[in-house]
């Protein structure tokens, strides 16, 4: 296991689809987040004007270092919106090779794109020519549980591509979030190719990532599910005070949350959106179930201020809420033989 000393680790928010937006971000920054993504657009969304994008492509004027990320499966419809990406704010465009929603891999996009190594490629190189002097990153999912191979191969192809850093997920596409992490897999990626590898998958906690590092090797850990509602993870996970929120910063850090969200999107739809973050940071805190029950009659500010109220008068604003327990991070190593490893 990493020292706190040794780690030296970069903790990346990973880019998910209804969630990591402006007020979003913003809650994980004030706890430490540097490395952001945008929740993904789809290339075609964006070249024909979906009412949605402004939302996901909006940046803070504040914020530090902040990528894009980049969904389809048409090499044309790639490099046209590649090109628009290029004209915007973003440090970094990512293409996504690693979505396991149906509705995604049903089109051939996503980890669906990842299996057809050479659609992929020609994708890669599409969006590699539109992007300029924009770094091109990809995230992807292992190809196969057990044998390294297809997924260490494809990680080389996309390297000789053009691509200059990767995400790793250490699931397969069928697996979608549940099961063991395949951190050997994801060591030999970072093994086989000279561009910079992050791993992905299961981190809930600080115990989570260094395990996850000390498995595979990675001074770059992607977070994903384990920010919502929880951006006091960013905290934990660099070893800093205040992890465990008081009841009184759960409270505010849900008004500044919902605030944004209704700044940025109006009042009904941000308070639409806004319902399942406001579960986020209630549940699995000890809160009332009766004060979860109601979250989805919240409509207005007015409604969402007097739930908000009734959350605030539950406990003593000193009252430590920390996260219920959740399933350790599973190595898939640990269920069968000893995890693969690489010069570190």
Not at 12 to 38: I, K, M, N
Not at 154 to 166: F, H, M, N, T, Y
């Amino acid at each position: 296991m990493l020292s706190n000393a040794q780690a030296g680790l970069e903790w990346l928010l990973a880019p998910l689809a209804g969630y990591t937006d402006v007020p979003f971000r913003r809650s994980c920054r004030r706890c430490g987040c540097r490395f952001a993504f945008t929740p993904l657009i789809d290339a075609c969304a964006l070249i024909y004007g979906n009412r949605h994008n402004a939302g996901i492509l909006a940046r803070d004027a504040l914020e530090p270092w902040l990528g894009v990320q980049l969904l389809g499966s048409d090499p044309t419809q790639l490099h046209e919106a590649a090109a628009r990406l290029r004209a915007m704010p973003f440090d970094q465009i990512d293409l996504n090779l690693g979505c396991p929603v149906r509705k995604v891999t049903q089109k051939g996009a996503g980890a669906a794109l990842a299996l057809d190594v050479e659609r992929a490629l020609r994708c890669v190189d599409a969006v590699r020519r539109a992007c300029g002097e924009r770094p091109l990153s990809v995230k992807m999912r292992i190809l196969a549980e057990g044998d390294p191979e297809a997924t260490v191969v494809l990680a080389q192809r996309l390297a000789a591509a053009g691509v200059e850093a990767l995400t790793v997920h250490g699931r397969v596409m069928q697996r979608v979030y549940a099961g063991p992490v395949w951190a050997g897999i994801i060591a030999a990626v970072r093994a086989a190719v000279p561009i910079p590898v992050a791993a992905n998958g299961g981190i809930f906690s600080r115990a989570d990532g260094l395990r996850l590092a000390a498995a595979t090797g990675c001074r770059r850990l992607m977070v994903a599910r384990g920010a919502i509602g929880n951006p006091w993870l960013f905290r934990d996970l660099a070893g800093m005070p205040g992890a465990v929120p008081s009841h009184g910063e759960v409270c505010e850090e849900l008004r500044e949350h919902l605030a944004g969200m209704v700044s940025l999107y109006g009042e009904g739809p941000g308070l639409r959106e806004g319902r399942k973050i406001i579960l986020g940071y209630l549940c699995g805190r000890g809160y009332p179930r009766a004060l979860r029950s109601s979250v989805n009659l919240v409509t207005t500010w007015d409604e969402f201020m007097a739930l908000w109220r009734q959350v605030v008068s539950a406990l003593p604003a000193e009252t430590p809420v920390p996260m219920g327990p959740r399933p350790g991070l599973v190595l898939a190593e640990d269920l069968s033989s000893p995890a693969v490893s690489g010069p570190g």
